[in-house]
């Protein structure tokens, strides 16, 4: 049976992941391939911890340099992470004419062009399914199963860490700090938690998505981010009093001549089935011309659902080299040639519907004030509420308004912030409404 | 560019979205596959209607064996749908040298095992994404994106008219004629709905799935099947008391030695993202030992959802003529040595959780008596719910059990119907609990 050699490039939890998977499943993944993949070389700095895998010998070492030089070697699995270590390895690779199979969203957002414009040159591979919610297969079904649609929307729960933080706090009514302290507790967030809370790995994924979906080029620097540390105990029980959860959201849209891309958390109603996405499950619903709104649900995370898709590109990779054809799927998804810098509209520009929170000092005439800036600003109000719950001396007034532009809201809410009558700055949360079905109907 | 020239058999519902997608859509396809797809032939007997579409001139044709002669195309599209003609046409599309797209799930799951075998000693591709779950890509994902794993269960709502019926049902408390009658009002149900109500169609599909997640050669005379026809607003009441929605279910599972395929209705509690799945939509989740659960969702059926899946398979398979690589992925996920002959399990063996309903007369003992029965046959009551609402005379008895056996559940059930306290048939419904997870977790 002909084989196919791989070298993994660090064994931290997904790396280990992947050679577990290769030594307990590889006869399987062989019934399947019709070739074996073998594991030549796998380098960590670290080659002494037990990690309940026997290496064959000679397959340890603490060079990454012996894994990307063996000329034996065809795919090279970067998953040591972080930049420019990984960056230089991959290139290194590339050159010496592997392909590569990435988890790696940081470097892919933002040095994604560079690294994909030298595998094309070179006749490469560089896959990279496990970089975007874990084991849910979204790269390939926009890539491949979607090929024949027009790409509307991508709108998903990409961060278990944010997303277990938030069904913590919506089901125990604690605040953000006591439930990231649960989520450290129990592993889902990291020492330094800003990477997931502040929704940067959400973006780096979401730009990753965009490209794909919509045939531009990556672009993280115009994604719009914004985190969950704001969020409040309040804000999310009267989300769930109106009929809406609030997730962290990573949206992209395209309506054919520019995209939005933004993170942000964002309301959804209970209808959605991605509202009912809780604990560190990821889920992600891409809206299309011809399939309607089609949803992945799954781990977006963790050593073996990671280590599954890894294994996937590996394979896929295989594949090609069995069969003796060159790289068959593009890696953006469109040939080279037709991918284009398409701008990501400013922020400013959005539309969408809001949410707000204000704290008003309890006196006649406050909301008629509110709603009166709020109408200059050609936001229209879709439901009130005010409440007698005092907190600091003051009252919430909860508003849902109707389709509006982010750039009228930002200003007609730094006009109210300055009333005498509202001593906090204002809370603003974007609501997600599903849209109206364009296609996809039928029997 | 380079042109793969594909041909149409059957310009119905699925065959004309398809011409349709090629039409709109076929700029943006070729600006993803690096070639363009040329329909150089579409067989109807029909050719005058007006479909919306501007045929070149020369490809409408009524003959179907000027679609699968034409030395020049490459790609059957098969949409014809029953079973000999179409049977037919496929293997003498095989015999020419064409590779095959076909969402023909009833020819499949009866005679797949044949075609797939001639198609495979041709070096031809057989495929068939657009004959389960509509848009969603449930083979892709099971045969590519799984492929490093174990596949323990594929569990799925896979038919839309079904799942229609029942959540107007669930809805509306209405009785299953009357929402039938809705169905086929609102162009969800045939004329004939038998396929679907009776769990054909979704016995087709589970055959196929069965096959391709397990290695094993299609089987669908061995699938048990169970319609939906039964179901009362009674039950259904009952089950959503209870936390559970029903749904017709396609369920295989492998304990590696032997497989279970079956299709009822089943009690699904809400925690389960199944249960929310409504309307005509279809969704269906897979459990594998690397990925633990995940769950793909979206329309089952209607002309553009499954156009775009056949067009995915029509994509696939031209990228494999492109890079001048033979067929790159196993028709039925395993190299065609490596596919067995799996029993399927006689349902009498299988365990599972179970709600019952008895009528019985208001008489003092009835439930000692009954309870007693099922005690005798090992099967443990897990709750018991008796009302004082008579129909007929009698009142009804619900109750769920613990695991339990399917054969000591019949025979329990017969010698408790023979009871002159009861004077109906007793009800039966299958509980489908979410299994504990077996891994696939982490962060």
Do not use: W
């Amino acid at each position: 049976m002909k084989q196919i050699h791989i070298g993994i490039l660090g064994l931290g939890t997904v790396g280990t992941g992947i050679a577990r998977l290769l030594a307990e499943n590889g006869e399987l993944i062989s019934s399947r391939l019709g070739a074996e993949l073998h594991l030549k070389k796998a380098a960590d700095l670290d080659i002494e911890r037990d990690r309940g895998i026997d290496f064959a010998p000679g397959v340890l070492t603490t060079d990454p340099y012996a894994v990307v030089n063996d000329p034996e070697i065809d795919i090279v699995l970067e998953m040591i992470g972080g930049m420019d270590i990984a960056r230089e390895l991959i290139m290194k690779g590339i050159e010496n004419g592997k392909h590569i199979v990435t988890a790696n969203k940081a470097l892919l957002a933002t040095r994604g062009n560079e690294i994909v414009g030298r595998a094309a040159q070179k006749g490469l591979s560089l896959a990279f399914e496990a970089s975007v919610g874990g084991c849910m297969p979204i790269i390939k079904t926009i890539r491949e199963s979607l090929v024949g649609n027009n790409i509307h929307a991508v709108t998903g729960i990409l961060n278990g860490t944010c997303n277990y933080i938030l069904t913590r706090i919506a089901g125990e009514g604690i605040s953000f700090e006591a439930a990231l302290e649960m989520a450290k507790a129990e592993g889902y967030a990291e020492a330094n938690p800003s990477l997931d809370v502040d929704g940067y790995d959400t973006a780096h994924k979401l730009a990753i998505l965009s490209a794909i979906a919509f045939g531009m080029k990556i672009n993280y620097e115009d994604v719009y981010i914004e985190g969950i540390a704001a969020l409040t105990p309040m804000d999310i029980e009267f989300a769930a009093q109106c009929g809406y959860r609030i997730k962290l959201l990573a949206i992209t849209k395209s309506d054919g001549k520019s995209v939005e891309a933004r993170v942000h958390p964002a309301m959804i109603p209970f209808t959605d089935l991605l509202s009912n996405v809780s604990g560190s499950m990821n889920a992600v619903t891409v809206t299309a011309d011809a399939v309607g709104d089609m949803i992945l649900y799954g781990h977006g995370a963790g050593m073996m659902p990671t280590a599954s898709a890894a294994i996937g590109d590996v394979v896929d990779i295989a594949r090609c080299i069995v069969a003796g054809g060159a790289m068959r799927v593009p890696m953006l998804g469109y040939q080279m040639e037709h991918i284009r810098e398409i701008p990501i509209k400013p922020m400013d520009e959005i539309e969408t519907h809001y949410y707000f929170r204000f704290s008003a000092l309890d006196k006649p005439g406050v909301l008629a004030r509110i709603a009166g800036i709020l109408g200059e600003h050609d936001i229209s109000i879709k439901f009130v509420h005010q409440t007698k719950r005092r907190t600091n001396g003051a009252v919430p007034v909860y508003m849902l308004t109707h389709q509006a532009r982010e750039a009228q809201v930002k200003q007609a809410l730094d006009k109210i912030a300055e009333f005498d009558f509202i001593p906090e700055r204002p809370v603003l949360i974007r609501i997600e409404a599903p849209e109206e079905q364009k296609s996809g109907q039928g029997e």
